[in-house]
């Protein structure tokens, strides 16, 4: 049983190039609350939090970078063959991440929440969960991975996953090991066979529907979370509305391990959609796609109010909207949704600034709003 009294806590772990995001971003889409640890640690060393000053006393000035930022390329080329190195900032990091986990635990809506962390005893989450999810892949599968995705050459790759535990060491410590060289619909299923057996009986998905109906002359308009079942729908209404698009249900499944979908119907047709993505306490939104036939003036507000109800309930600090260039004349809506045009380096905080320039597309334009003042891991 975990430490968190009404909770039901999976800590997911693997080598790298094993999937084990895609897995967490599965299981959020089954309803649980995710936290990547990794993405917090980040945060302890961000310009301005609570580890900043620490680092920088310990390991010297010279891992700056031209922006003041920690760059983590140096320090991690720093702490990498040196094990005392490791242990030291380990030990200036890993306090915060304990305790940022435990307030977003605490504070989560959802009754299953999932930990991807790199190594669960280091943080001592082998002891406070209540099972333990291993993501395993073959080297060749970790190796195309990393080079492909990551853009490392074979030798980075090689070097990266020689430094790590042993996959054979990791599963035998796991609860249950999810297998993930296949597609992503293979892996979805296990993932959702393990979920229904594993995850105590009573923890259902979130409601479809998710938002009032709305009545309007082309229809009555609601909003429903999107599901893997529905790829077949999401492909259709993309490639009709952008032209050029070739998008199949196996492309849109694969999506799924990035994003999620807010689904705009209008009587039971598929008339628009908007992608989002909720990492490191930021939500992002990159596709709002409507039909022609569908005013964005009703269709908009729907979307985007729901997007931020959902994005509180993961207990996201701020929501990065990328209009298209086509919709910024929208103006008035945007204002209306509390909106303002931004850019990545006028935000203030660097998980932010960060999170904008890493995730906006070519050719959109950044909208900001802020959703909540109580922020994680904020400055000592």
Known sequence: ???????????????????????????????????????????????????????????????????????????????????????????????????AIDLLVQRAMQPVVVIEVIKPDDLGMDSVCDSIWVTAAPLKTQLSRLQNKRKMSRHEAIQRISAQPSQESRLASATLVIQNEGSFEETWARVN?????????????????????????QGVMRVLRGKPRHSNEIAQLLNQVRSGSNLTRTDIMAAFGEKAFLLLQVGDVLRGLIA?????????????????????????????????????????????????????????????????????????????????????????????KQLRIDRVLRPM
């Open 193 to 217: 066979a393990a979920w229904n057996k594993i995850v105590p009986a009573g923890v259902t998905e979130p409601l479809t529907v998710l938002v009032p109906r709305k009545v309007t002359p």
């Open 1 to 99: 049983m975990s430490k968190w009294k009404g909770k039901y806590v999976i800590g997911l772990t693997g080598n790298i190039g094993t999937g084990k995001t895609v897995v967490r971003r599965m299981l959020e889409h089954l309803g649980a609350y995710g936290i990547d640890a990794d993405a917090l640690a980040h945060r302890v060393i961000a310009k301005g939090g609570p580890g900043y000053k620490k680092v920088l006393e310990t390991f010297g000035q010279w891992v700056l970078g031209a922006d003041g930022e920690i760059d983590r390329k140096k320090l991690g080329r720093l702490v990498f063959d040196d094990q005392t190195a490791l242990k030291t900032l380990e030990g200036i990091i890993h306090p915060y991440v304990i305790q």
């Open 276 to 368: 989002w993505q909720v990492e490191n306490l930021v939500s992002r939104t990159y596709d709002i796609v409507l039909e022609a036939s569908i005013p964005p003036k009703q269709a908009l507000p729907l979307l985007f109010k729901e997007m931020e109800h959902a994005s509180r309930d993961l207990q996201c600090e701020a929501a990065l909207v990328f209009v298209p260039t086509s919709m910024v004349k929208y103006a008035e809506i945007w204002e209306s949704l509390g909106y303002k045009q931004r850019e990545p380096d006028s935000l203030g905080v660097t998980a932010w600034q960060e999170a904008a320039r890493d995730s906006q597309p070519a050719n959109t334009v950044l909208f900001f």
